[in-house]
């Protein structure tokens, strides 16, 4: 091989694609500085800084339109940034080839974009695309069996994608990115569309991978969640980080309220000590619809 083409080989993906290695844990598996994107015109991040480590849950907090997803989408590479820096595995986004970066990290989105109706399975096969051609393919049936028996929805591995309900095909999706065994994870309101159960059960997955060795990122609205599974929580508004650092650091009263404008309280669970963030509501003083009783 040529000088030219071993240079080039990393660009486009010529030859045996670099396969990750374990890395300890707490090395910084994503690196973002100074990160800006425009969309439309209108500057959605501006100058982000953001670090990422191996064998942690990185929770991004934040209103609607905070740019969560964005910054998501930057790291994913679906996102074109005007400014800033993103290093994957410790090295920009232009040393890895389209094949490395799919070992490296997995998407999952906040809709799966679907429409022919592929099985389950087959779905969740769609993971294993990346390693086609390596010795670590032997084993995908296991890999793509375990994930969707992680994900429960192993019972469904033969009914077309399309037939699920909305929170089943969201659970399909992420056992295609599990499947995929990135060492990124990349998860975009997992828990939107989910039942409390199987909320608990996405967060308890992504806390498994993290204690594997992965490092995982997850866009939460639901900040008791954040709170009870990441280790690192970091509150991006108008397109800045308000403050990053612990649960107990950043779920804060005074900085919650601050942010999404509403009073806001945070106390401790009576039993495990996890946060509990509370919105201030009014009491309920008048009954709209009367009891029976009263209706007598």
């Not at 486009?12 to 844990?25: D, I, K, L, S």
């Not at 499947?179 to 199987?198: K, N, S, Y």
Request: charged share 25%; net charge negative; hydrophobic share 45%.
């Amino acid at each position: 091989m040529s000088r030219i083409s071993r240079r080039l080989r990393p660009v486009f993906g010529w030859g045996r694609p670099r396969v990750p290695v374990p890395r300890p844990a707490g090395s910084v598996a994503i690196e973002v500085r100074d990160l800006r994107v425009e969309l439309g015109g209108r500057r959605v991040l501006d100058g982000i800084d953001l670090t990422v480590r191996t064998g942690e849950v990185h929770a991004l907090v934040g209103p609607n339109g905070a740019g969560k997803s964005t910054l998501l989408a930057a790291i994913c590479g679906d996102v074109a940034p005007s400014g800033g820096e993103i290093e994957l595995d410790g090295a920009p986004w232009s040393q890895w080839s389209s094949t490395e970066l799919a070992l490296r990290r997995s998407m999952l989105t906040q809709r799966a974009m679907i429409s022919f109706p592929f099985s389950v399975n087959e779905v969740a096969q769609m993971g294993r695309a990346p390693w086609s051609g390596l010795p670590e393919s032997a084993g995908d049936d296991e890999i793509v069996a375990d994930a969707l028996r992680r994900t429960d929805v192993a019972q469904f591995a033969e009914r077309p994608f399309t037939a699920l309900s909305g929170g089943e095909q969201a659970r399909v999706a992420l056992a295609r990115v599990l499947a995929q065994r990135a060492t990124v994870m990349l998860l975009d309101e997992p828990t939107a569309a989910l039942d409390l159960h199987h909320q608990e059960l996405v967060m308890q997955v992504a806390r498994e991978r993290a204690e594997a060795g992965d490092a995982v990122v997850v866009v939460l609205h639901d900040l008791a969640l954040a709170g009870a599974y990441a280790d690192t929580v970091t509150l991006i508004a108008k397109g800045r980080v308000r403050a990053a650092g612990t649960p107990d650091a950043v779920l804060t009263s005074d900085c919650l309220s601050e942010t999404y404008g509403h009073d806001i309280e945070v106390i401790a669970h009576p039993r495990n000590g996890l946060p509990l963030v509370v919105p201030h509501r009014p009491a309920r003083t008048t009954r709209l619809i009367p009891t029976p009783e009263e209706s007598r």
